[in-house]
């Protein structure tokens, strides 16, 4: 009869210690998917914004003093007369023009950078394509074949889908009312989409300030131009032809400069915000789908 008793609680301590270990590779299997989305997040993350800057700056420098300033550029070689090409020109435009150059450079790298970092966070396939047949696998019940898709998509929206399928799974297992269940999956959703996102938005807004600070600079520019233009007809005697076209280069130079790198970042930056909201799309409809169909094939 003792013998009895000691099996008997024999079996319930090992049952006891089996549960918790199960609990743990549970909480442990959780703890590494969100440490694998945190680190696609990581990979994803572009080049810093300053470091672009500084770059641009030291190039623009470089080609307003080596570039458009040599001899040829200018009537008798020397940089004080006419520019002869547009290069002379530019010079004439004054310390405003790296600045703006510096600018535009910003944009271009800045946008490269975007186009490359945004199509890995988009994935291999087709998105759309992505998105309907992991709907389809979801509809026939097979989340193997979903996750599978995820791991052939890769990039930023697969990452997310993927750590919801696993959640789904999960939630299958949990003794949790039915609501409470979809409540999780809508949560570690949302928990994966932070981490994600802010690497498909980085420097986007630095873009964005672009748009506007380059027109600004280049009426800034022109202003300068202008103001150097008034006080060539000012002088007592005969106009200064020199000094007149040097403002009024300035003027057109510095407009036509800053035009060009706001407009630039302007499209750049509808573009870019378009590609974002159409990952968002379709992580928010695969979101929709793993709720839906859990609500609709469980009962809890």
Not at 65 to 86: A, C, E, K, S, T
Not at 160 to 168: P, R
Not at 182 to 207: G, H, V
Not at 277 to 293: R, V
Request: glycine share 8%; with cysteine; aromatic share 8%.
């Amino acid at each position: 009869m003792q013998a009895k008793k000691w099996d008997i609680e024999t079996k319930r301590i090992l049952k006891n210690k089996l549960s918790k270990l199960k609990r743990t590779q549970k909480f442990m299997e959780t703890k590494r998917q969100s440490v694998a989305t945190k680190t696609e997040g990581k990979k994803s993350r572009g080049i810093s914004a300053l470091i672009v800057i500084l770059v641009s700056l030291i190039l623009a420098e470089c080609f307003y003093w080596f570039i458009l300033r040599q001899p040829q550029n200018f009537d008798g070689g020397n940089y004080d007369n006419h520019p002869v090409n547009l290069l002379g020109t530019m010079y004439k435009g004054g310390f405003v023009v790296p600045i703006i150059l510096t600018l535009l450079l910003t944009v271009i790298i800045l946008s490269v950078e975007r186009f490359f970092a945004l199509a890995k966070a988009k994935g291999k396939g087709n998105l759309i394509d992505f998105v309907y047949n992991v709907k389809a696998d979801l509809r026939k019940g097979d989340i193997a074949s979903a996750e599978s898709r995820c791991a052939k998509q890769r990039g930023s929206v697969a990452a997310i889908v993927d750590a919801g399928l696993k959640k789904y799974k999960e939630m299958e297992t949990q003794n949790l009312p039915k609501e409470a269940k979809i409540e999780e999956i809508k949560a570690e959703i949302e928990e994966a989409t932070a981490l994600q996102l802010p690497s498909m938005q980085q420097n986007l807004p630095i873009i964005a300030t672009i748009s506007t600070l380059g027109t600004l600079m280049g009426l800034f520019g022109t202003v300068l131009g202008m103001i150097k233009s008034f006080q060539a007809l000012g002088t007592a005697g005969a106009v200064d032809s020199v000094a007149l076209s040097v403002g009024i280069s300035e003027a057109l130079v510095n407009t036509a400069c800053g035009i060009a790198t706001g407009a630039l970042a302007i499209i750049s930056y509808a573009y870019f915000s378009g590609k974002i909201d159409n990952m968002t799309y379709a992580i928010d409809e695969m979101g929709f789908a793993l709720t839906q169909t859990y609500a609709e094939t469980h009962n809890s």
